[in-house]
């Protein structure tokens, strides 16, 4: 039995890495926390080049033609860098939710902008409560005419700052998940005010988002009226894995970085590496680190596949990860010591993506709670 990836993915894997190592140092991380945006347009056009934000946008429509686990495989990279830049909500959360919902206009309009680069998205699904289920959507579209006007707000949207388009969900009436309508809104409409969050992790920005009675026409809802849960549903799915892969990756950097360190720093005349309590609890990080990678690969082949067993798998994932991206991270600290605590070493850099990743589409505790209610507990 094969649990492999092909050929391809593995080819896609080493040159995704290679153009990481080399346009992604750590150096550059820290320059983009400290730049106002977080998001160099330079690097997004060689990104664009090399077809990663049309990877899963299919030929017809100028991109790869790529499945979800191409982009997995990818996002797994990603992490180990800590990529800045709209890169995962522009390449998975708004390709994913205009392939689900789109109409043929709506796709032939976006998704090409999309592959060459020329065009970033994001979904502004999150709001005050912090709830990423459909009960959490509150922000008001009410019917003007033929069109809508949208009243609310929304927290947490992922680099909304440098959007050009918002895929906002609203409601348009109803309770739950009846009722939930998905609007494409250009981001500098009147009435749509931006703020950027000041967050633990700002390689990635957060941002609110204040809606005062901004007109979206009716040609602007993707998907039908009323009906934006079920493409939420597969946007969550897909983003709650890919996050999965983008933390086995923030994991396994923090890890390897802890061995490499533990080989080289020597106290008492040996490396510390060689004394019990070092060397075990690399090993259990490392045992954790694998645990994350198995769970992940099956929940996005899950998801790939649109299986049932999905609805297992990927909280499953996404609760293991996030405890797993945090804890390594934070033993990784401990193994480096004193200079583990340190701003100017990087360790703190992947500690805090991993507390950003746990938070975002819903905390560990959330979907064990999930996981639960598939044992029918």
């Known amino acids: 039995m094969n649990f492999g990836f092909t050929e391809d993915q593995e080819a896609l894997r080493e040159a995704t890495r290679k153009f990481l190592d080399n346009e992604c140092p750590t150096t550059f991380v820290r320059k983009m926390m400290a730049d106002d945006t977080a998001h160099s347009t330079e690097l997004w056009k ?89 009960a959490g959507v509150t922000l008001a579209a009410k019917a003007k005419g033929d069109d809508f006007t949208l009243s609310g707000e929304k927290m947490f949207v992922p680099d909304a700052h440098v959007a050009d388009q918002l895929i906002v969900a609203a409601r348009t009436g109803g309770s ?27 390689t990635r920005r957060q941002c609110h988002i204040a809606f005062q009675d901004v007109a979206v026409a009716r040609a602007q809802v993707l998907g039908e009226v009323g009906k934006g849960w079920s493409i939420l549903r597969r946007v969550l799915d897909q983003a709650m894995a890919g996050l999965s892969a983008e933390m086995v990756g923030t994991g396994q950097k923090a890890l390897d970085m802890a061995v490499s360190y533990a080989k080289e720093r020597v ?73 583990g605590f340190t701003w100017e070493h990087d360790m703190h850099l992947f500690y805090r993506r991993g507390l950003a990743s746990e938070a975002a589409f819903g905390s560990a505790p959330t979907h064990r709670e999930v996981v639960a209610q598939t044992l029918n507990l």
């Open 176 to 202: 739950g998940e009846e009722g939930i309508t998905l609007f494409l809104v250009d981001a500098k409409s009147p009435g749509v005010t931006i703020t950027q969050l000041k967050t633990v992790d700002m």
């Open 46 to 134: 060689k990104i664009a080049q090399l077809g990663w934000l049309g990877i899963m946008v299919p030929e017809d429509f100028g991109g790869a033609g790529g499945s979800f686990l191409d982009l997995v495989v990818i996002l797994e990279e990603t992490g180990k860098s800590l990529l800045p830049g709209p890169f995962f909500a522009t390449a998975l959360l708004g390709t994913t939710a205009i392939l689900a919902g789109g109409s043929d206009a709506q796709k032939a309009a976006l998704l090409p902008k999309i592959a060459e680069g020329t065009h970033v998205v994001t979904l502004a699904l999150a709001e005050k409560s912090g709830r990423y289920d459909a």
């Open 267 to 339: 106290q008492f005349g040996k490396p510390i590496g060689s004394f019990q309590a070092v060397k075990h609890k690399c090993v259990d990080m490392m045992v954790q680190v694998e645990n994350a990678r198995s769970l992940t690969y099956y929940a996005a082949w899950t998801v790939d596949e649109n299986t049932e067993e999905a609805r297992q798998a990927v909280p499953m994932a996404k609760a293991y990860c996030s405890d797993m991206c945090k804890t390594v991270a934070s033993e990784a600290i401990q193994v480096h010591g004193g200079i």
